[in-house]
């Protein structure tokens, strides 16, 4: 390996990684405030990226029809549980739940999204994807919000066999490789720089920056955070814990999105890819302990480092190594905590 | 209601005629149904019995069976040694994964498994000396003597009579000490640590019983396909094998076989229907299969196999054998040395102090009250004693012997024991298994007796001390109980048995006399004098003056973390610093 070469990898290493750090965000994210490891998070990415593909293809993309459906679930459970008190919180429910779906669904029938430019197109997939992550808290987590951090796991991978298959059946096992976002390269010493890298990098950093001030500058951050420190010391202070999950979701299938739509471009993505870039956003969180986010980050961005250069050395055992990599990484952490067993909730 | 063992006899029965009344086809899926029963009930025994969990069961399988596969075939070795060297192997890993695990939060474990199996997948899947993602296939048969168990009836038996083996093997390790021990970190480790359980190593072994029963489970699949590849060893199969676990019933080996068969039917069944409502293949199991598992989890945690037991299966009271010798007690120690003695002691919390320079002390045959404020410090003094928090200053000596610093199991061992003040019982087990927790470090037979039921006239002797000790406390009638079925003032004396059952020669009591009715605070007061002549010292944590006061010999104060009077009952009531702690000050 020579430098020219070390320089491609590294630069590959980066912007893979930045897509990693997205995700480990939205997972230390999702963790601090309810607890539940996202592992559907990478499926989003895949839901991202084919959404954007059958808008491209000029067709109406199956996910809405996710939300119309968990939209009707969501509704039918909060006014059967008595989720309201007056008439007209039954008309917000429905409205928001029943309502908003329909009618993008109805949006989607008629409007051909082929043509527009592609920040508009991934506007619109945001439009139909992020709000799937409130329904999926209200429907999925919710209910078993108070269990141990292990039934939430099983319960989240449960859920992602559920979105991975649909996804399936819906998208089909093709894969899809968006168009370059923007096609202009230039070259910066031996290397060429993609327009698409840069895309990469400039929106990782903006989101995290974003994720920075509002957590730590906006009140409804704040609260989230609050939530995350202690869920029974939150309510007291008149936080509505529930309505955190829901954000945290949202916030996170947000981000999941952001990656999904960042990283179709760049490879080509099938409707079950996304379990193992979500899986590698879970390694570098895991480096981060799930609780710290710039460990996180920098955890994911080591690990797109890693990847490249393991993907240039031994290609067929690139999985292999990244995965084996949790091992050491978890070792160290066993090894640097010297107080056994007070790490449990 | 049936007789357990006539369940199991039928059971038996059941399995034995099963070739020679179904059609090879039925034979075939029974086959694969005993196959993911022993790689499930190594799941029921981590996350239903030890509150731990794996998606690595596949991939473990995984080892046995490629382990299996190139020894057989590269080296001619016999597969019954590869059935060992495989489990071996399986392991090997197992331990390294467990140790980089288990000294973190729970959920680790189950991270590192799905991260692994992706990487051993892979790994299977492109390692060409093992076939790549086609396999290899010519495995020799299992022979017995000169019998080649190649056909596929043939080849039932030996599965089925492995999973019967281990499902007796299992149901053994649960009723004994170190399956107790292993049920306990279910509870929480604060229980098992106070009870002497090296929780590390119950986690470790709870994860290799798991391992391992996969590994052979692999080393069976290999031999009954001839031929392995690295799909049926994915994370897919492994989250499969957990949904089995949680639908048939985690808790319970039987809950193992019954979401083996549950499940595979059910797929059988799916894979007819499914196909024609939408017309392609595979896509709507995932789907159906996820969401059923989302609604067990919600609605019915425990799985199927509860259900069933309360509607058919009659539960057996444990018979204790009165026969059995007694167990040793501990040496009673010199009667005038105090028994603890706190010197100093601080702890901080960040820039909080909790604690600041408390000294007590015991001795033997006394009932020491620290009493105090709400947020005093109480409880904190306690846990510092007991080991469960570590001191930040200061010197706990026991008996002797410097305490400080040690953690619960150690400090258990020597002769401290403890309850707590949020009742910490396992009500999925009966009273009787319950206390018999607490005599976990009188004896020292392991995993291996125990699972042999080799160990029955050890185990006899704490069944009966348990027994003992349950009926002192006055629960003689509740034996047999589930521990989560009493009253909470009963579960408080409850508690009180299980530390007994520890031969303890310092009792800590926090709060014992919560949620107790006047007649039961008689019984506990008397019970607690009765101790104290035995010899036995008591550190009492409470807020019920009465009870306190017409109890304990003397008295320790605490306010806002430090010690604000100490003497006999009498004395500490006209203290001044102590009347103002609790009514504020008359000014």
């Known amino acids: 390996?020579?430098?020219?070469?070390?320089?491609?990898?590294?630069?590959?290493g980066i912007v893979n990684g930045a897509i990693y750090a997205l995700l480990a965000l939205s997972t230390v994210l999702v963790f601090?405030?309810?607890?539940?490891?996202?592992?559907?998070?990478?499926?989003?990415?895949?839901?991202?990226?084919?959404?954007l593909a059958a808008l491209q293809a000029g067709k109406c993309p199956a996910t809405v029809w996710l939300l119309v459906g968990g939209g009707l679930a969501v509704a039918a459970l909060d006014i059967h549980q008595r989720q309201w008190r007056t008439r007209g919180d039954v008309g917000a429910i429905l409205l928001w739940n029943v309502g908003y779906p329909l009618a993008l669904a109805a949006l989607l029938q008629v409007v051909k999204a082929d043509d527009w430019p592609v920040l508009a197109q991934g506007a619109l997939c945001c439009l139909i994807l992020v709000p799937l992550g409130p329904v999926m808290y209200r429907l999925v987590y919710a209910p078993v919000a108070a269990a141990s951090v292990l039934v939430l796991l099983i319960v989240s991978i449960a859920v992602d066999v559920a979105l991975v298959s649909f996804g399936l059946l819906v998208f089909g096992s093709d894969g899809m490789r968006a168009p370059s976002m923007i096609d202009t390269d230039f070259a910066l010493g031996p290397l060429t720089i993609t327009g698409q890298s840069l895309v990469i990098l400039g929106t990782s950093a903006a989101l995290i920056a974003g994720l920075y001030v509002f957590f730590e500058h906006t009140l409804e951050g704040k609260a989230l955070r609050a939530t995350a420190v202690n869920r029974v010391g939150a309510r007291l202070m008149g936080i509505a814990t529930g309505k955190s999950g829901k954000r945290a979701f949202a916030l996170a299938v947000f981000i999941a999105v952001c990656a999904g739509l960042l990283a179709a471009p760049?490879?080509?993505?099938?409707?079950?890819?996304?379990?193992?870039?979500?899986?590698?956003?879970?390694?570098?969180?895991?480096?981060?302990?799930?609780?710290?986010?710039?460990?996180a980050a920098l955890g994911a961005i080591l690990l797109g480092l890693i990847e490249s250069v393991s993907a240039f050395e031994a290609s067929s055992f690139k999985e292999v190594i990244v995965f084996s990599l949790l091992i050491p990484v978890l070792l160290a952490r066993t090894l640097l905590t010297d107080d056994p067993g007070h790490e449990e909730e | 209601m049936i007789h357990p063992r006539i369940l199991v006899l039928v059971f038996v029965a059941v399995v034995g005629v099963a070739p020679f009344v179904l059609s090879p086809f039925s034979v075939t899926i029974l086959n694969y149904i005993g196959l993911y029963s022993l790689a499930t009930l190594g799941l029921v025994l981590l996350t239903g019995v030890g509150g731990l969990t794996s998606f690595g069961q596949a991939a473990f399988a995984g080892l046995g069976a490629y382990s299996t596969a190139w020894l057989t075939t590269a080296y001619g070795l016999s597969p019954w040694l590869t059935l060992v060297i495989g489990l071996l192997f399986t392991l090997g890993v197992g331990a390294i994964i467990g140790f980089a695990t288990l000294k973190l939060s729970g959920h680790y474990l189950p991270l590192a498994t799905i991260a692994w199996a992706v990487s051993l997948y892979f790994m299977f899947g492109n390692l060409q000396t093992l076939g790549g993602h086609t396999g290899m296939g010519g495995l020799p048969p299992v022979t017995i003597g000169t019998l080649a168990l190649s056909e596929n009836s043939a080849f039932y038996y030996l599965i089925w009579a492995t999973v019967i083996g281990a499902l007796w093997l299992s149901s053994n390790l649960l009723d004994s000490r170190p399956g107790r021990a292993m049920r306990a970190l279910k509870g929480g480790i604060d229980v098992a640590e106070a009870m002497g359980v090296n929780t590390q190593r119950s986690k470790l072994i709870a994860f290799l019983i798991a391992a391992g029963l996969a590994s052979v489970s692999g080393w069976l699949y290999a031999h009954m396909q001839r031929f392995v590849n690295p799909t049926p060893f994915g994370l897919q199969i492994g989250i499969e094998y957990l949904f089995m676990a949680v639908l048939g019933g985690a808790g319970h080996i039987w809950g193992a076989v019954l979401g083996a068969g549950v499940v595979t039917l059910l797929k059988q069944k799916l894979q007819d229907v499914l196909p024609h409502l939408a017309g392609s293949q595979g896509n709507l199991e995932g789907i159906a299969f996820g969401l059923i598992m989302v609604l067990v989890l919600q609605r019915a945690k425990d799985g199927l196999w509860p259900w069933i037991a309360r509607v058919a299966v009659k539960r057996q009271p444990r018979a204790i054998d009165a026969t059995a010798a007694d167990l040793l007690t501990r040496e009673k120690v010199d009667t005038r040395a105090p028994l603890l003695q706190v010197d100093g002691v601080s702890k901080r919390f960040g820039g909080l102090t909790a604690v600041r320079d408390m000294s007590l002390d015991i001795s033997r045959g006394e009932i020491l009250g620290l009493l105090g404020p709400n947020g005093a410090g109480k409880s904190t003094m306690f846990n510092l004693i007991a080991g469960s928090l570590g001191i930040s200053g200061g010197t706990v000596t026991f008996n002797g012997e410097r305490i400080d610093g040690l953690r619960p199991p150690a400090i258990a061992r020597r002769g401290i024991s403890r309850t707590f003040q949020h009742v910490r019982l396992l009500p999925d087990m009966t009273v009787l298994d319950n206390v018999a927790l607490g005599t976990h470090l009188r004896a020292s037979h392991g995993v291996l007796l125990s699972a042999l039921r080799a160990e029955r006239k050890r185990e006899e002797m704490l069944m009966k001390e348990a027994a003992r000790q349950i009926a002192r406390v006055g629960l003689g009638a509740h034996i047999n109980d589930l521990a989560g079925s009493l009253s909470l003032g009963q579960q408080r004396i409850l508690e009180i048995a299980r530390a007994l059952a520890a031969d303890p020669l310092l009792l800590l009591l926090d709060e014992p006399?919560?949620?107790?009715?006047?007649?039961?605070?008689?019984?506990?007061?008397?019970?607690?004098?009765?101790l104290r002549s035995e010899g036995l010292a008591i550190l009492l944590v409470e807020h019920d003056m009465d009870f306190v006061m017409n109890l304990v010999d003397r008295l320790v104060v605490m306010s806002f973390g430090e010690k604000i009077a100490e003497g006999t009952p009498a004395e500490v009531q006209q203290n001044e610093r102590v009347i103002e702690a609790y009514l504020g000050s008359v000014a």
């Open chain 1, 1 to 12: 390996m020579n430098f020219d070469i070390a320089l491609m990898l590294a630069q590959d």
């Open chain 1, 32 to 51: 601090q405030i309810t607890r539940v490891i996202f592992i559907p998070s990478g499926t989003f990415v895949a839901f991202a990226a084919l959404t």
């Open chain 1, 266 to 295: 760049t490879t080509t993505i099938y409707y079950d890819t996304g379990f193992l870039i979500g899986l590698r956003g879970l390694v570098g969180a895991i480096f981060g302990g799930l609780a710290s986010y710039p460990l």
């Open chain 2, 513 to 530: 006399a919560a949620g107790l009715r006047l007649k039961e605070k008689e019984a506990l007061s008397d019970l607690l004098k009765s």
